[in-house]
Protein backbone atom coordinates (compact mmCIF):
# COMPACT_ATOMS: atom_id res chain seq x y z
CA UNK A 1 0.00 0.00 0.00
CA UNK A 2 1.01 3.27 -0.56
CA UNK A 3 -0.13 4.73 3.07
CA UNK A 4 -0.69 3.04 6.49
CA UNK A 5 -3.19 4.97 8.18
CA UNK A 6 -3.50 4.47 11.88
CA UNK A 7 -6.47 5.52 13.79
CA UNK A 8 -5.31 6.66 17.52
CA UNK A 9 -7.09 5.36 20.54
CA UNK A 10 -8.32 7.95 22.87
CA UNK A 11 -5.51 8.50 25.07
CA UNK A 12 -5.91 10.13 27.96
CA UNK A 13 -4.09 8.16 31.47
CA UNK A 14 -4.44 10.10 34.55
CA UNK A 15 -1.38 9.91 36.83
CA UNK A 16 -2.78 6.85 38.91
CA UNK A 17 -2.93 5.17 35.62
CA UNK A 18 0.34 5.83 34.55
CA UNK A 19 1.81 5.00 37.81
CA UNK A 20 -0.06 1.64 37.26
CA UNK A 21 0.97 1.18 34.03
CA UNK A 22 5.11 1.84 34.86
CA UNK A 23 4.62 -0.02 37.40
CA UNK A 24 3.31 -3.18 35.86
CA UNK A 25 6.18 -2.40 32.92
CA UNK A 26 8.57 -2.59 35.64
CA UNK A 27 7.29 -5.66 36.80
CA UNK A 28 8.24 -7.26 33.58
CA UNK A 29 12.15 -6.52 33.76
CA UNK A 30 11.39 -3.13 31.51
CA UNK A 31 14.29 -0.38 32.41
CA UNK A 32 11.60 2.67 32.87
CA UNK A 33 12.15 5.24 35.45
CA UNK A 34 9.43 6.00 37.71
CA UNK A 35 6.92 8.91 36.87
CA UNK A 36 8.44 11.92 39.15
CA UNK A 37 5.87 13.88 40.30
CA UNK A 38 7.40 17.00 41.48
CA UNK A 39 11.06 16.89 39.30
CA UNK A 40 13.96 17.94 41.04
CA UNK A 41 16.51 18.45 38.29
CA UNK A 42 16.97 18.27 34.58
CA UNK A 43 17.10 14.58 33.97
CA UNK A 44 13.74 14.54 36.21
CA UNK A 45 12.33 17.42 34.39
CA UNK A 46 13.28 15.71 30.92
CA UNK A 47 11.67 11.98 32.19
CA UNK A 48 8.55 14.37 33.28
CA UNK A 49 7.99 15.61 30.17
CA UNK A 50 8.75 12.57 28.26
CA UNK A 51 6.07 10.62 30.12
CA UNK A 52 3.73 13.35 29.98
CA UNK A 53 3.18 13.29 26.37
CA UNK A 54 1.94 9.38 26.54
CA UNK A 55 -0.42 11.32 29.53
CA UNK A 56 -2.06 13.84 27.45
CA UNK A 57 -4.63 13.47 24.70
CA UNK A 58 -3.94 11.61 21.71
CA UNK A 59 -6.93 12.95 19.62
CA UNK A 60 -6.67 13.84 15.96
CA UNK A 61 -9.90 14.87 15.43
CA UNK A 62 -9.63 13.80 12.07
CA UNK A 63 -8.04 10.20 12.21
CA UNK A 64 -11.11 9.57 15.00
CA UNK A 65 -13.72 10.95 12.46
CA UNK A 66 -16.33 7.68 12.09
CA UNK A 67 -15.93 6.50 15.52
CA UNK A 68 -19.09 7.87 16.59
CA UNK A 69 -20.77 5.55 14.79
CA UNK A 70 -22.70 3.13 17.58
CA UNK A 71 -25.31 1.35 15.81
CA UNK A 72 -25.71 -1.82 16.99
CA UNK A 73 -26.28 -4.59 14.46
CA UNK A 74 -29.75 -5.68 13.56
CA UNK A 75 -29.28 -8.70 14.97
CA UNK A 76 -28.60 -7.45 18.64
CA UNK A 77 -31.51 -5.57 17.65
CA UNK A 78 -33.81 -8.46 17.09
CA UNK A 79 -32.59 -10.03 20.45
CA UNK A 80 -33.05 -6.58 22.51
CA UNK A 81 -36.57 -6.59 20.68
CA UNK A 82 -37.26 -10.30 22.03
CA UNK A 83 -35.87 -9.88 25.32
CA UNK A 84 -36.20 -6.23 26.22
CA UNK A 85 -34.94 -5.49 29.67
CA UNK A 86 -36.74 -5.36 32.30
CA UNK A 87 -36.38 -2.09 34.85
CA UNK A 88 -36.26 -3.11 38.79
CA UNK A 89 -39.69 -1.27 40.86
CA UNK A 90 -38.58 2.24 41.38
CA UNK A 91 -40.44 3.65 44.21
CA UNK A 92 -41.82 7.04 43.52
CA UNK A 93 -40.34 8.25 46.91
CA UNK A 94 -37.10 7.45 45.95
CA UNK A 95 -34.67 9.99 47.64
CA UNK A 96 -31.98 9.53 44.79
CA UNK A 97 -31.59 13.00 42.90
CA UNK A 98 -28.38 14.70 41.34
CA UNK A 99 -27.16 18.08 42.03
CA UNK A 100 -24.90 20.28 39.86
CA UNK A 101 -23.87 23.99 40.72
CA UNK A 102 -26.42 26.22 40.50
CA UNK A 103 -23.99 29.46 40.61
CA UNK A 104 -19.74 30.05 40.00
CA UNK A 105 -19.22 27.88 37.84
CA UNK A 106 -17.86 27.34 33.95
CA UNK A 107 -21.35 27.65 32.60
CA UNK A 108 -22.37 30.55 34.83
CA UNK A 109 -19.18 32.40 33.92
CA UNK A 110 -18.54 32.36 30.53
CA UNK A 111 -18.38 34.97 27.79
CA UNK A 112 -17.67 35.50 24.48
CA UNK A 113 -16.54 37.87 22.17
CA UNK A 114 -16.67 38.30 18.40
CA UNK A 115 -12.99 39.85 17.10
CA UNK A 116 -13.84 42.91 15.16
CA UNK A 117 -10.92 42.93 13.00
CA UNK A 118 -7.18 41.06 13.44
CA UNK A 119 -5.57 41.72 16.49
CA UNK A 120 -2.99 39.92 18.51
CA UNK A 121 -4.47 38.61 22.38
CA UNK A 122 -2.50 37.65 25.71
CA UNK A 123 -4.35 36.14 28.52
CA UNK A 124 -3.56 37.87 32.08
CA UNK A 125 -4.71 36.45 35.55
CA UNK A 126 -5.31 39.55 37.54
CA UNK A 127 -4.82 38.73 41.32
CA UNK A 128 -6.92 40.23 44.21
CA UNK A 129 -4.09 42.59 44.92
CA UNK A 130 -4.43 43.84 41.55
CA UNK A 131 -0.99 42.15 40.69
CA UNK A 132 -1.03 40.66 36.91
CA UNK A 133 0.92 37.47 35.63
CA UNK A 134 0.76 36.91 31.94
CA UNK A 135 -1.00 33.62 31.74
CA UNK A 136 -0.03 33.22 27.89
CA UNK A 137 0.71 35.68 24.91
CA UNK A 138 1.27 36.33 21.46
CA UNK A 139 -2.73 35.13 20.93
CA UNK A 140 -3.37 35.57 16.87
CA UNK A 141 -6.74 36.15 15.97
CA UNK A 142 -8.63 37.04 12.91
CA UNK A 143 -11.38 39.24 12.08
CA UNK A 144 -15.01 37.96 12.88
CA UNK A 145 -13.07 34.71 15.29
CA UNK A 146 -14.77 33.68 18.47
CA UNK A 147 -13.04 34.43 21.63
CA UNK A 148 -14.56 32.45 24.53
CA UNK A 149 -13.53 32.13 28.07
CA UNK A 150 -14.45 31.10 31.67
CA UNK A 151 -13.65 30.42 34.91
CA UNK A 152 -14.95 28.56 37.98
CA UNK A 153 -14.69 30.19 41.27
CA UNK A 154 -13.08 27.74 43.65
CA UNK A 155 -15.16 29.38 46.30
CA UNK A 156 -18.43 28.50 45.03
CA UNK A 157 -17.40 24.69 44.07
CA UNK A 158 -16.10 24.04 47.62
CA UNK A 159 -19.63 25.88 49.24
CA UNK A 160 -21.54 23.32 46.05
CA UNK A 161 -19.19 20.03 47.53
CA UNK A 162 -20.22 20.77 51.12
CA UNK A 163 -23.72 21.75 50.67
CA UNK A 164 -24.37 18.68 48.22
CA UNK A 165 -22.24 16.54 51.23
CA UNK A 166 -24.71 17.45 53.30
CA UNK A 167 -27.60 17.17 51.43
CA UNK A 168 -26.75 13.05 51.37
CA UNK A 169 -26.01 12.89 55.13
CA UNK A 170 -29.55 14.16 56.01
CA UNK A 171 -31.14 12.16 52.92
CA UNK A 172 -29.52 8.67 54.22
CA UNK A 173 -28.05 8.44 50.69
CA UNK A 174 -24.99 7.27 49.21
CA UNK A 175 -22.52 10.55 48.01
CA UNK A 176 -20.55 9.99 44.57
CA UNK A 177 -19.25 12.55 42.29
CA UNK A 178 -19.18 11.95 38.89
CA UNK A 179 -16.78 13.54 36.42
CA UNK A 180 -15.24 13.47 32.82
CA UNK A 181 -11.16 13.25 34.34
CA UNK A 182 -9.56 11.13 31.59
CA UNK A 183 -10.51 13.95 28.94
CA UNK A 184 -10.95 16.94 30.60
CA UNK A 185 -7.24 16.49 31.95
CA UNK A 186 -6.61 19.82 33.21
CA UNK A 187 -10.10 21.10 35.11
CA UNK A 188 -11.44 17.82 36.24
CA UNK A 189 -8.63 16.82 38.60
CA UNK A 190 -8.13 19.67 40.26
CA UNK A 191 -12.40 19.61 40.80
CA UNK A 192 -12.13 16.20 42.33
CA UNK A 193 -8.99 17.05 44.62
CA UNK A 194 -11.57 19.92 46.24
CA UNK A 195 -14.25 16.94 46.61
CA UNK A 196 -11.83 14.86 48.85
CA UNK A 197 -10.29 18.20 50.54
CA UNK A 198 -14.31 18.89 51.58
CA UNK A 199 -15.10 15.35 52.55
CA UNK A 200 -12.30 14.80 54.49
CA UNK A 201 -12.02 18.53 55.59
CA UNK A 202 -10.93 17.80 59.56
CA UNK A 203 -8.60 15.76 58.14
CA UNK A 204 -6.73 18.45 56.29
CA UNK A 205 -7.75 20.74 58.54
CA UNK A 206 -5.73 19.03 61.37
CA UNK A 207 -3.21 17.70 59.28
CA UNK A 208 -2.17 20.23 56.94
CA UNK A 209 1.21 20.52 57.34
CA UNK A 210 1.81 17.01 57.83
CA UNK A 211 0.48 16.25 54.35
CA UNK A 212 1.93 19.02 52.42
CA UNK A 213 5.36 17.74 53.88
CA UNK A 214 4.83 14.21 52.41
CA UNK A 215 3.30 15.83 49.00
CA UNK A 216 -0.25 14.61 49.19
CA UNK A 217 -1.60 15.73 45.35
CA UNK A 218 -5.77 15.24 45.84
CA UNK A 219 -5.56 15.97 42.41
CA UNK A 220 -4.97 11.82 42.13
CA UNK A 221 -7.70 11.49 44.60
CA UNK A 222 -7.95 9.73 48.29
CA UNK A 223 -6.02 7.10 47.33
CA UNK A 224 -3.06 9.44 47.22
CA UNK A 225 -3.47 10.69 50.29
CA UNK A 226 -3.75 6.97 51.79
CA UNK A 227 -0.49 5.54 49.91
CA UNK A 228 1.88 8.93 51.31
CA UNK A 229 0.61 8.31 54.69
CA UNK A 230 1.77 4.76 54.78
CA UNK A 231 5.31 5.98 54.92
CA UNK A 232 4.82 8.03 57.86
CA UNK A 233 5.92 6.65 61.44
CA UNK A 234 2.99 4.87 63.31
CA UNK A 235 1.46 7.72 65.72
CA UNK A 236 1.73 10.07 63.35
CA UNK A 237 0.08 7.65 60.40
CA UNK A 238 -2.72 6.75 63.52
CA UNK A 239 -3.64 10.61 63.96
CA UNK A 240 -4.79 10.99 60.87
CA UNK A 241 -6.61 7.00 60.29
CA UNK A 242 -8.43 8.29 63.00
CA UNK A 243 -9.40 11.17 61.58
CA UNK A 244 -10.22 9.29 58.34
CA UNK A 245 -12.72 7.04 60.02
CA UNK A 246 -14.41 10.20 62.04
CA UNK A 247 -14.68 11.94 58.87
CA UNK A 248 -16.09 8.23 57.04
CA UNK A 249 -18.56 7.80 60.21
CA UNK A 250 -19.94 11.86 60.51
CA UNK A 251 -20.46 12.23 56.39
CA UNK A 252 -22.76 10.22 54.67
CA UNK A 253 -22.00 6.79 53.15
CA UNK A 254 -19.77 6.87 50.24
CA UNK A 255 -20.40 5.21 47.06
CA UNK A 256 -18.03 2.26 46.38
CA UNK A 257 -16.10 1.48 43.06
CA UNK A 258 -14.75 -2.15 44.31
CA UNK A 259 -16.82 -2.58 48.06
CA UNK A 260 -14.69 -5.77 48.50
CA UNK A 261 -11.41 -4.02 48.86
CA UNK A 262 -12.70 -0.48 50.20
CA UNK A 263 -12.00 1.25 47.37
CA UNK A 264 -14.15 4.46 47.41
CA UNK A 265 -15.41 7.05 44.78
CA UNK A 266 -13.00 9.38 46.08
CA UNK A 267 -9.81 6.82 45.62
CA UNK A 268 -9.02 8.15 41.85
CA UNK A 269 -10.49 10.38 39.98
CA UNK A 270 -10.69 8.15 36.93
CA UNK A 271 -12.36 5.17 38.25
CA UNK A 272 -16.02 7.02 38.09
CA UNK A 273 -16.40 8.26 34.33
CA UNK A 274 -19.71 10.54 33.99
CA UNK A 275 -20.47 9.49 30.52
CA UNK A 276 -21.02 5.90 31.35
CA UNK A 277 -21.78 5.81 35.27
CA UNK A 278 -24.84 8.55 34.86
Known amino acids: PEANIIKLPNISASVPQLKDAIAELQAQGYDLPDYPEEPTDDAEREIQRRYDAVKGSAVNPVLREGNSDRRAPEAVKAYARANPHRMGAWSADSRSHVNSMTEGDFFANEQSVLIPSATTVRIEHVAEDGSTTILKEGIDLQEGEILDATFMSRKSLRAFLAKA ?13 HMKATMMKVSDPIIFGHAVTVFFADVFDRHS ?22 GLPDAERHAIEVDIEAALTAGPDLAMVDSDNGITNLHVPNDVIIDASM
Do not use: H, P, Y
Not at 166 to 175: N, P, T, W
Not at 212 to 230: C, H, M, P, Q, Y
Open 165 to 177: IDDARESGILFSL
Open 209 to 230: ATLERIGVDTRNGFGDLLSKIA
